[in-house]
């Protein structure tokens, strides 16, 4: 999957997620489970929004994203909001960054872009190998539920002078799996034209007992799954699932 083109309407269309909820998240699991210090690993960092917010909390965050395209235009907020974030190109199944770190985070579903059983495994080992002891893994992905029910077979629009998009949702290849083709028609600001840009997103997740049998394979003990920013255990309809992990 390439980001090349949707990386710079990326932000324009992701202007209202709940990055605040992601923040809110971290700093009470850092804090509940008394994480021992602030060096922190975002990984699928994106543009870095949610990275710029957590290093505006104190937090020494390092970015790792697999789309360059991605990292330049979080570098250019870093400069232009004078923070100070380390950025890395790196695929998360082949993590490799010679160093330990006390909280590691996967948000906004990015774990769902593994299509391989065997790279979701060795993301959670890769992970754990560069966690700090008794450091902490968040992550989050789309529920079973929101791919079945939500996503599958469904079409969403957005009409908007600057960004318009159609997005069209079909059963993948994979068990839990759903392909996104997206259509875009974005507004040149100086001709007043409109280009038209396609991508094709690909998504699996897999169901919760899954998910913690590997994690435990990996190295770590499970401490929370919650749903929906709620902080409450999942429902059979909640969209989005929370882990709390920590290294053993």
Known sequence: MSYERFAYVYDYLM??????????????EAQSYSVPGKDMLDIACGTGELSLLLAKEGFAVTGVDLSEDMLVIAQEKALERNCR????????????LGKEYD??????????????????????????????????????????????????????????????????CFPGDWPNSV?????????????????????????????????????LSAGFQVLEVTGDFTGQPPSDKNERIFFTCRKK
């Open 15 to 28: 202007q209202d997620v709940n990055y605040d909820g992601w923040l809110d998240f971290i700093k009470h």
């Open 85 to 96: 974030l380390s950025l890395f190109r790196q695929d998360m199944a082949r993590l490799d």
């Open 103 to 168: 909280l590691i985070t996967i948000f906004c579903d990015s774990l769902n872009y593994l299509e391989r059983e065997e790279d979701v495994i060795e993301t959670f080992k890769n992970v754990h190998r560069h966690l700090r002891k008794d450091g902490l893994f968040l992550f989050d992905v789309h529920s079973v539920y929101k791919m079945s029910q939500v996503f599958m077979n469904s079409t969403f629009t957005m009409t908007d002078d600057s960004v318009s998009y159609i997005w069209d």
């Open 179 to 215: 392909e996104h083709e997206l259509t875009f028609f974005v507004r040149d600001e100086e001709s007043g034209m409109y280009e038209r840009v396609e991508e094709l997103h690909k998504q699996r997740t897999y169901p919760v007992l899954q998910l913690k049998e590997w994690l």
